[in-house]
């Protein structure tokens, strides 16, 4: 039996935005990732076969890696249909908000939900929600949002809304947020969910390599450089950089998410605790990625030294500076947390 851990008032109070409700926008966090599509798309294509009328809306592009998902090809992109996003926005009658936990991190689109009236229901696995939402269904301990919403869906209508469809959905945010269940995936309940998900007759299989084996070439040249020229290891720290400026990303020709999963490679070296990789992806703007193993709070450094937060061992922020203050900016950290590193 899987446990229930959402809480019983806040499934009868988001049951009832739902019947008693049409048209529905569901929002996600900018940079969208395999939990923020997939638990965003399940969600969506399980108010759809309630005969609702419901969209995705993101602030920006999600890497190519994951097209293939069902119903990918109708979400709407504020960065490039402003006029069409901001007609949905003012239709809504209720907004679902998933896989962020302040309205901050969907930028301007945060503006339109703030303004409406209509209800606001948080569904997310981040620490700290912000008072923003009238609904929350918040659970740190959730291994993705994704989980989340197979949670809801069973426990509002049981097994048998839930559909294949719905299904790749949810097990690409749950693979995709674990590392492949590598980490924040202890508990036995992923696997009854998992188990309830493959009923549905999804391949995982398949799904493990439409995500990962779906690499270009210009990726793996970039991977490669990366390994062999600006991996950095600071030995005395348990912790390991990689910088990657403006032009290099150009001279690879780096695509959206091309640069997805190499924070997480450093943490394979024995004795690295702690990875950092440092983007330019507009010169002057630099993207924070942090990945940590056991006890090591990256998202203390996060909101200390980055501008950002997260999850203890997934963390991100930005930074408007060069490339070398950022890297003096990661050191300083190292010093700070060195007895934490080594501990
Ligand atoms: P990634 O390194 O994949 O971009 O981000 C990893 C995780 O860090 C995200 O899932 C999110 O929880 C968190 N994160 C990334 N950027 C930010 C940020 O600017 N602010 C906050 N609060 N969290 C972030
Ligand atoms: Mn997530």
Known sequence: MIEEIINRNAIDELAAVIDSKTQFVILSHKNPDGDALGSSLALCLYLRARGKKATVVLPNRFPDFLSWLPAAGDVLLYEKEQEKVAEVMAAAEAFFCLDFNTLSRIGELGDYVKLSSAPKVLV?????????????????????????VYRVIVAISGDELLSNEMAQCIYTGMMTDTGSFAYASARKDIYLIIAALLSTGIDKDLIYRKVFYNSSFSRMKLFGYVMYKKLKHYNKYNAALITLSYEELQRFYAQKGDTEGLVNQPLQIKGVRFSCFLREEQPGKINVSLRSVDDFPCNSVAEEFFNGGGHKNASGGELHCSMESAVELFKSALQKYKDNLLG
């Not at 997310?124 to 989340?148: G, K, N, Y």
């Open 124 to 148: 997310d696995h981040h620490l700290q929600p912000s008072d923003e939402f009238r609904i929350l269904v918040s659970h740190p301990e959730a291994c993705s949002t994704s989980e989340l």
